[in-house]
């Protein structure tokens, strides 16, 4: 079972953005720079968090 859907998550890192971009064009890459950018704190918040 997990494999199961470990597979469809894996696949669908590659699928999802391939389909944003067809979708919404041009607009999906300032999309994928926007969540990044907004990511970012989060991801060093739960790094140092620890520390």
Excluded: D, N, R
Aim: aromatic share 16%; net charge neutral; no cysteine.
């Amino acid at each position: 079972m997990i494999f199961y859907i470990t597979s469809l998550v894996g696949t669908g890192i590659l699928y999802v953005p391939g389909v944003t971009a067809q979708q919404a064009g041009p607009a999906s890459l300032l999309a994928w720079a926007v969540l990044a950018a907004a990511s970012y704190p989060f991801a060093k918040f739960f790094v140092e968090m620890p520390a």
